[in-house]
């Protein structure tokens, strides 16, 4: 038998409830995911959990608001913790009267119902910083009230889970103490902390400048975007990131200002590698401070931390290769200037994972490095068959040849590739056949030991593949709006390849 079976639009990849992926299976459903088409968000049993609220955290408020008779006719937005609850509340200010909610160990903040402006920006800060309820955290209250008989059995570590975690991680970070490792309830909260702690620390001094590297994850972007001091100046985008003379020509005529620079190493989806000793070289020159995310390919495969400040990463990716926890680390240099305040800031700005959370981590992160050997086989396979098929335009994976020197200073082996390959169509206006014809399993996220697939730009970029204007800044960043992002499994690469060749005619 196939080892590809279709999966229907909506169900959880994995079968877990607490799955952080769900099929897309064609692109009719991937533009009324967008579009929040009622036929297509009907069948979404969940969604990547910072982009769709858990169905768990939606039935405990809807809880809440009939139980509690100040929040009738109400929004409820249930928070990671009472800190993010009172950043929110100040970040929607007074407007459409906004009001805290603490109750019986749950915090949030609600708003009127009729409101979407309110809405939007509530979910899209709770989004950007990585703020809402863990979805078992979720599922624990509501097995205490009894809405649920009990929570979905899966493995879990019986020890402290976070001791775990760093044990494995200190692998991955040689020369560092369970301080410089500090752990957030995901990725982005752990970037949003990063990004907080060095602007604080570096605005005493003058330094109020950020620069991005490169085209970032979105919410990396809308994070410089829109929190740095001041957005139409503070903020600076390098298109190349392998322009590393235009970026002295920066710090030269900016340098006392410039507080940081944010890079993704690879960069997510060119998975281009910068220069990363010159950047480090550069940044300490001029007192900047440099966060590095390699996220793409992970921190167990580069050893990135000697020339960062602070290295941010997602642990979702490769560490919880199962596809069902979401949490992130920020792990400090701590040979970096500025490292014992760093810890402190970051310590108080990180939001912790629920301890559930982290038992479920635990339980997976011995079995990383099994996981990414076989990643890594299939990866270099799958590559090289992309790469010589004549349907295929371009082809982006780590060892492309535009930075595989790069890349490979910084890999751990020769084979450690990470799982991601980027590619386009060579044929203008392939995408929906190729897409819909595939047998591979489609959704966001990756890193999992299911092989995903996604149009990337479509999910991550909607507002820009829609628009004219949109379409020019992708053009002038190179990017194609129909770049397909496929993230390799522990499938067999044959199959992975069988299904790759039948959709390509």
Known sequence: MPAF?????????????????????????????????????????????????????????????????????????????????????????????????????????????????????????????????????????????????????????????????????????????????????????????????????????????????????????????????????????????????????????????????????????????????ALAALCRRHGARLLVDPSISSAWNLDVLPHADVVVTSLTKYTASEGDVLAGLAAVNPAGPDAAELRRRLAAEAEPPYPRDLARLAAQIGRTDAVLAQIHAGTARVAAFLETHPAIGEVFWALSPASRANYQRLARTPDATGGMITFTLKKIGALEKFYDRLRLPKGPSFGMTTTLICPFMYLAHYDLVTTPAGLAELAASRLDPDLLRLCIGIESPEEIIAALAEALG
């Open 5 to 277: 079976a279709p999966i229907p639009l909506g169900q959880r990849i994995p079968g877990s409830p607490h799955a952080v992926s769900c099929s897309l299976p064609t692109m009719r459903d991937v533009r009324g995911y967008e579009e929040k088409d009622p036929a297509v968000t009907k069948h979404l049993t969940s969604g990547y959990p910072r982009f769709v609220v858990h169905p768990f955290a939606r039935r405990l408020a809807e809880h809440c608001t009939v139980t509690t008779p100040a929040l009738k006719d109400r929004v409820l937005w249930l928070t990671s913790s009472g800190r993010m609850a009172c950043a929110l509340a100040a970040h929607l200010g007074d407007s459409d009267a906004v009001q805290p909610f603490s109750h019986d160990g749950l915090h949030g903040v609600s708003h009127s119902r009729a409101s979407a402006d309110t809405f939007r920006r509530a979910k899209l800060f709770l989004q950007n910083l990585g703020g809402f309820l863990s979805s078992r955290e979720a599922e624990d209250h509501l097995v205490r009230l009894g809405l649920l008989a009990a929570p979905h059995p899966e493995e879990t570590y019986a020890g402290d889970g976070a001791v775990e975690i760093r044990r494995h991680l200190r692998r991955a970070f040689p020369g560092t103490t369970e301080a410089d490792l500090l752990l957030a309830n995901c990725g982005m909260n752990a970037i949003w902390a990063a990004f907080r702690a060095v602007a604080d620390l570096q605005a005493a001094r003058g330094r109020t400048v950020w620069l991005q590297l490169g085209w970032l994850y979105l919410d990396s972007i809308c994070i410089l975007q829109n929190y740095t001091a001041t957005p139409a100046t503070d903020y600076v985008y390098i298109r190349d990131v392998f322009d590393l003379t235009a970026l002295g020509r920066i710090f030269a005529a900016h340098g006392a200002r410039i507080a940081g620079v944010v890079a993704e190493v690879p960069t997510n989806p060119l998975i281009q590698t910068p220069d990363l000793p």
